[in-house]
């Protein structure tokens, strides 16, 4: 007879002291999440993007916010398939690059397509150009329009609003991803907080799907992948309940 | 960050082997396509330095300047020649770029048909016989909201359809796009071919509207369009149809790619128009390439004066 749960895999191949996670894995994992910021950085500025390279920018953090939801995702079901319990100590992690890369898809939509729409943005570019610092009233003028540019598009625009409401999803697991967060709502509540990057990953795709014109294939391909890594999930639930447990705290198993 | 240890497993979580090891299938079966897909996103992804410019082809003679071409400063040919929509080569901006190459364009014949006396296959030099390049400097303006200046090489349309001495019965032209799958990747099933479009007569017979051939005074490079392309510049750039190899004139106005593909937003006439918004995306300004500060939109793309009587009377919000 077996386990009817998680498929316990009773040795992980992976042998790792607490130690080498923490000085030697850890640190390599979180410059390789770099990575992808640095590479178009360097892109922008020795001209490595296309034609259009303020569009590249907005596009590839985008996808980069994309992979990052998903591999936070997969951590869970990945750790309960293969027993290296020791992954979970990397989900803080990429959920915090997810965040990251978010972060900067919205900040580059907020500048290279909103504000430099902005009339305002035709001053700051002649007060930089003249080699002095904007004044209070252009700072003031700009924001007003910035915002009101901004709120019309989360208004107007059906991605828009959905791209928006899945950067907010985030925000608030970004701010209690610290260990004293942790602590001071309490495992359970914190992990039903957290519960919230499944809506992250389904909004996600459902955002870079409403934006393409008609080739839905790569849309497609990561909802797919949000799709396998929530339905194991909700297979593991079922059948979890199924067999008359008492109910408990869902542990880590978010 | 552990927040709580897993339970160990319970009597009471028992289940039989059969059941217990379908549930694993399902689950690797699972992992394994996840892995798979999500090599697959990051391989076909990759990121745009593979954009490859056209190189230089043959220098068009006796080119002739024209009074409607724009006095804005072009863009450069690496921009015009890596940065388009070109589907049968694939999605991206730069796959034209990278897989027009293959494309055969001589000899190059042009299907005549419909509503016309001279019905038939006219080869392209017929076309070119006793007409007068000319460099037509035009703003393009792509429904996604970013725009270029273009030098083209080309011809009035009005010429070509003279040519082909269309019926009364005449009131509209469709073109359609030459489609060979071995000779263009079409990786994606993304939109229907071969692409078709379509303009009014006299949309068509406008002098602004011109059958383009050329790029920079040379031969058009494959991924612009070779060897003839459509260039209608008030009209956004998925009217410009490329690699023409047919020519129908008919009665009724034709059902253009993008309308098919959706309605909603895209039309038959497409004028570029600022204060009618793309359902998910705002026309009022628009990113020329090479530009950080995005420019205001201009109503039929600053063409107005030439083109506004066309439309006289008619509801550009509902006919956009």
Redesign the interface.
Known sequence: MRAFRPPKVESSPLKLTDRAVRFGLKPIVFLASLGPFFYLIWAALTGNLSANPLSDLTNETGVWTLRFVCITLAITPVRKLTGWNALVKFRRMAGLYAFFYGTLHLLTYAIVDRFAGLDQAVDWVEAIGAGHLPGMTLVASTARGLTKSIGEDIYKRPFITIGFAAWLTMLPLAITSTTGWIRRLGGKRWNLLHRLVYLTGILGPLHYWWLVKADVNRPLTYAAVVAILLGTRVLWNRTRRSVAVPARAPATHA | ???????D??S??????K??LN??E???A??A??AA??A???G??G???A?TPAPHGRKLENVKPSAFSTDEKP?KW??IT??NNY?EFG?D??SPSMFARNLKTEPWTVAIDGECAKKGNMPLEDILKGETLEDRIYRHRCV?A?SMVIPWVGFPLANLIKKCEPTSKAKYIEFTTFFDTKQMSAR?S??RYPYVEGLRMDEAMHPLTIMAVGLYGEVIPNQDGAPMRLVVPWKYGFKHIKSINKIKFVEKAPLNTWQD??ANEYGFYANVNPSVDHP???Q??E?R??E???RKTLMFNGYGDQVASLYTGMDLRRNY
Not at chain 2, 1 to 7: D, E, G, Q, S, V
């Open positions: 960050m552990l927040i709580k240890r897993a339970a497993i319970r009471s979580e028992i289940t039989d082997k059941l217990y549930r694993r399902f689950i690797s699972a992992a396509t996840t897909v999500a697959g996103v990051v076909s992804e990121l745009v330095q954009a863009n690496e921009e890596t940065y589907y999605i901006k730069d996604e970013w994606t993304a939109i593909q959706a998910r995306w705002s009022a300004t990113r390439i090479g950080f500060l995005r």
